[in-house]
């Protein structure tokens, strides 16, 4: 395992974090991601696996993207926001691969939300989070999860050098809130640093009224697209199970989700 480690020339930081791994083997699956609403959506269905979060500057990432998107001229070549989240889970896939000791089937993800065809991110600062909400209010909009795996086993452990992801979608229809309860909740600090500036099983849970399409991607880390992927590799998700962790039935309630990724 790595230790914690900031590398700004590569304009990254990483910290290593296990989830109660087994005391004989390190888990097979690393997540690129420091996000508590993924590490609770493998923990509930005791997926063993640890952590390496990567930072990124993403904004710098997606720039030079659309900017090479751009210089062809060519209007298939657009990036679209589906497109978007899966290169920021690669290069975080990518990175977190760079950086542990290898062995590791590592998955990246990223999360953004679209609004009539625009991307919101994390707002960051309350002026941003309340002008969002305020044109989020009332209507839906798709929330985009980008899953990206990097197989970095040995070839005799089944290693298959593959890299390859794909993006799981749903739409999200938001309260028609006041201006009273967008400011209360903002003021709070939890939509400042998650996609979409919402958590859905966080304060925000009473704004959301429905969710359709894959439950999982509003949180930011597919089940469902998590086990196809592992599929292509020949690696079966029940073969991640961890007997020692307790099922979800024994600690919540039936579909208790957990808070969405933040990216």
Not at 142 to 169: K, M, Y
Request: net charge negative; aromatic share 4%.
């Amino acid at each position: 395992m790595t230790t914690p480690e900031k590398n700004t020339a590569e304009q990254y930081t990483t910290e290593q974090v296990s989830e109660q791994p087994s005391p004989d083997h390190d888990p097979l699956l690393l997540l690129a991601s420091a996000s508590a609403g993924r590490r609770a959506t493998l923990r509930a269905a005791r997926i063993e696996h640890g952590t390496l979060p990567v930072d990124l500057d993403e904004d710098a990432i997606l720039a030079a993207a659309r900017e090479r998107a751009a210089a062809t001229g060519a209007p298939e070549d657009a990036l679209t926001p589906a497109d978007e989240v899966l290169l920021l889970a690669r290069e975080k896939a990518v990175a977190a691969t760079s950086r542990s000791d290898g062995g590791y089937v590592v998955l990246g993800c990223d999360s953004m939300l679209e609004l009539d065809g625009e991307v919101i991110g994390k707002p960051h600062t309350a002026e941003r989070a309340i002008a969002r909400w305020q044109a989020m209010r009332g209507r839906s909009g798709i929330l985009h999860s980008g899953h990206w795996l990097v197989d970095d086993r040995d070839e005799e452990d089944g290693g298959t050098g593959a890299t390859f992801g794909a993006t799981a979608s749903c739409e999200v229809t938001f309260a028609q809130l006041s201006d009273e309860e967008i400011e209360a909740y903002v003021a709070t600090g939890e939509p400042l640093g998650v996609a979409g500036g919402f958590t859905i099983d966080g304060l925000a849970g009473p704004f959301i009224e429905g969710v359709s399409g894959d439950p999982h991607a509003v949180v930011g880390l597919s089940l469902p697209l998590l086990r196809r992927l592992l599929g292509e590799i020949g690696v079966g998700i029940h073969e991640l199970w961890d007997s020692a962790l307790p099922t979800a039935a024994a600690t919540d309630s039936p579909g208790t989700m957990p808070d969405p990724a933040s990216a």
